[in-house]
């Protein structure tokens, strides 16, 4: 088991250049140079910021570190995101666009719901050991106090997407929006905590099983009425 800071970071190089090509020029198939150029700065950034928070925490991700790794002063920086708060936000929306793509990857075979639900929460499970999610929850984490009250605009679309995502993948349970939400939250739970007890222990004893046991609740929870 690789600790944190060895992580690639590649994975996320390339998700952030594919989504600043549909977010800024979604209408382009061959967008002209300049605005490759803007892309491939606003991913360096991107990338800069994702790499010292993942190598040395949060507190090392200040803004002139930022441009520092990037190649570009602190002045270009904020002409492409305007400020450091920006930055966060765009990997965060990244983070989320990331779950909701890992989450309906590929149709789970037919089978029963146990057997789908495993797979679920093998598949999510992989999305919460990586660089997108360990990072999000370091910005979250570190910035909760500044955090406004409501919810931002892309949480509130995320989480329609999860229940949409969900209700293609389990057709057949007949939970309401607010029961199947509840059935999310606590995988969530249960992986967030798996997820950092490997950050900080290195390896999580009988992973497998805890797994497992998430993934039978989960299907239980699925077949309530």
């Known amino acids: 088991m690789k600790c944190f800071s060895e992580l690639s970071v590649a994975p996320f190089a390339a998700g952030v250049y594919i989504f600043l090509r549909r977010m800024n020029t979604p209408h382009l198939d061959h967008p002209g140079r300049q605005a490759l150029k803007t892309q491939r ?3 360096r950034l991107l990338e800069a910021t994702l790499s010292l928070i993942r190598e040395h925490g949060y507190a090392a991700a200040t803004s002139q570190r930022i441009a520092r790794r990037a190649g570009v002063t602190w002045g270009a920086a904020q002409h492409h995101f305007g400020s450091k708060e920006q930055i966060l936000e765009t990997i965060l929306g990244l983070a989320y666009a990331r779950f909701i793509d890992v ?4 149709p789970l075979p037919r089978g029963s719901r146990a057997a789908r639900a495993r797979l679920f929460v093998r598949r999510m499970w992989a999305h919460y050991q990586g660089d997108y999610y360990r990072v999000s929850l370091e910005i979250l984490r570190a910035t909760r106090g500044r955090r406004k009250r409501r919810a931002r605009a892309w949480e509130q679309r995320q989480g329609r997407a ?8 389990f057709h057949e349970t007949q ?13 969530h739970y249960c992986l ?3 997820a950092i007890g490997r950050v900080f ?7 497998a099983r805890h797994l497992k046991r998430v993934a039978d609740a989960f299907a239980s929870m699925l077949g309530a009425h």
């Open 175 to 187: 939970l309401t929006d607010a029961q199947l939400r509840e059935a999310l939250d606590f995988m």
């Open 162 to 169: 999860h229940l949409r995502v969900m209700r293609a993948l």
């Open 192 to 194: 967030t905590g798996l």
């Open 103 to 106: 989450m309906g990857a590929a």
């Open 41 to 43: 700065t606003r991913a």
């Open 201 to 207: 222990e290195g390896q999580v004893s009988h992973t």
